[in-house]
C-alpha cells in the first residue's frame, strides 16, 4: 500500500490531539503502519512557536504566517514526506487549514497564505472537528491558554474552517459527540477511504 496522508483539523478545544492519537492506535490495531505527528513541528521553529504562543508573545500575523510556512515545510520534508514513500498512514494533528483559519482570522489574506505555503502535499483525508466555540474553550479553560484562545478569534477561525467544509477541502465531523463515537466515525472513514483506494 502506498503511505496515506491523514489530518486532523479543528479550533482549540475541539479534541484534535486526543482524536489523532486514538486513530493511529486503532490504525496499527488493524495491522497498518501508522505515525502520529503534529503541527507545529517538534523542529526548531516549531518549538519556538509553540513557546511565543504559550509565553502569550504576540507575533505580527503576517511574520507568524512566514514562521509556520518555514515550519511546515521542514515537517513535509523531513517527516511527512519520508514515512509516505515507506507506505505509511501519517496522522496529523493541524496541518496547512489552521494557517488559513488562525492567521486568516487575524486578516491576514488567505490567497497570500496560499501563495506562501503552495509547497503543501494535498492530504488524502482532510477532517474537521466541529464544536461550538464555547465547548472548545470550556474544554481547554484547564489548560495554559495560548495567545490564539479569543473567543472572538475562534469564532472567524470557526468560520473558516466551515467554508473550508463547503469547499470540501475537509470532511466534518462532530466533535460534540462521546470521545468513542467520534473516534468511531474518524476511523470507519479512514478504513472506507483505504478500501475505495486499493
Known amino acids: 500500500m502506498k503511505g496515506l496522508f491523514i489530518v486532523i483539523e479543528g479550533i482549540d478545544g475541539a479534541g484534535k490531539t486526543t482524536q489523532s492519537k ?10 497498518f503502519k501508522s505515525i502520529y505527528t503534529t503541527e507545529p513541528s517538534k523542529g526548531f521553529i516549531g518549538k519556538f512557536l509553540r513557546e511565543t504562543s504559550f509565553k502569550g508573545v ?13 515550519d511546515r ?16 498512514i501519517v496522522v496529523c494533528d493541524r496541518y496547512f487549514y ?24 494535498k ?5 474537521y472537528l466541529d464544536v461550538p466555540v464555547e465547548v472548545g474553550l470550556s474544554r481547554i479553560s484547564k489548560r495554559k491558554k ?18 473550508l467544509v463547503k469547499e ?25 477511504f483505504i478500501e475505495k483506494n486499493k
Open 22 to 31: 486514538l486513530l493511529q492506535k486503532e490504525l496499527n490495531k488493524k495491522g
Open 58 to 70: 504576540k507575533l505580527n500575523p503576517e511574520v507568524e504566517t512566514l514562521l509556520f510556512a518555514a
Open 73 to 88: 515545510f521542514q515537517h513535509i520534508t523531513y517527516e511527512v514526506t519520508p514515512n509516505l514513500n515507506k507506505g505509511k
Open 98 to 121: 489552521a494557517s488559513l483559519a488562525y492567521q486568516g482570522a487575524q486578516g491576514v489574506d488567505l490567497g497570500w497564505i496560499k501563495t506562501v505555503n503552495k509547497f503543501v502535499i
Open 123 to 127: 492530504p488524502d483525508l482532510g477532517i
Open 146 to 163: 495560548t495567545v490564539f484562545e479569543k473567543i472572538e478569534i475562534e469564532r472567524k477561525v470557526r468560520e473558516i474552517y466551515l467554508k
Open 168 to 192: 470540501k477541502e475537509l470532511i466534518l465531523v462532530d466533535g460534540n459527540k462521546p470521545i468513542k463515537d467520534v473516534n468511531k466515525e474518524i476511523t470507519d472513514l479512514t478504513l472506507n
